[in-house]
């Protein structure tokens, strides 16, 4: 029953977010924003297979609720007509794609470093998560911070309406 539940909720982790970038039914944001909901809620089920029911509860709570009705103010202050017409600048595409790319270096060489989890670590209990996550995945947990930083900072910017000068 545990495999049948991880391939369902595994896949519909990955089916929602394509839908979440991919979205043929709708190009409204709002529908990305839902499909990132079923996202985060299918993963919070692959955490309870995992046993690890804090982590669970943590992203229901916090992404799930927390983080996406942000993501719906953002995306209800955008003047998504005014957004259409912009056009975009090739230095700041060019410096995008370069930081995506590095970030990706980061990511590939972390997780090319990184050793599975000893079995008795794995018991969802908070003291050993928080031993884990300040220690050995110190970097990583750092650069979530970092790119959660610079998403709000570029919500703020986003969501900034250009006044007419005088």
């Not at 309870?48 to 993501?71: D, E, K, N, R, S």
Request: proline share 3%; with cysteine.
């Amino acid at each position: 029953m545990a495999d049948t539940l991880f391939y369902i909720f595994s896949a519909l982790t990955l089916l929602c977010g394509l839908l979440v970038v991919f979205n043929p039914f709708s190009r409204n944001p709002v529908t990305s924003a839902m499909f990132l909901v079923l996202t985060i809620i299918s993963l919070s089920g692959l955490f309870v297979l995992l046993q690890a029911y804090f982590l669970a509860a943590v992203q229901i709570l916090v992404y799930a609720g927390a983080v996406i009705v942000l993501f719906l103010f953002v995306i209800m202050l955008l003047d998504l007509k005014e957004a259409e017409q912009r056009r975009y600048r090739k230095f700041a595409t060019g410096i995008g794609a370069l930081a995506v790319l590095g970030l990706a270096f980061v990511i590939a060489g972390t997780l090319g470093g990184a050793q599975p989890l000893a079995s008795e670590t794995i018991a969802g209990e908070t003291a050993d998560l928080g031993k884990l996550l300040f220690t050995e995945y110190l970097l990583p947990f750092e650069i979530v911070s970092v790119l959660l930083l610079v998403a709000m900072v570029g919500c703020i910017l986003l969501s900034k309406r250009e006044e007419a000068p005088e």
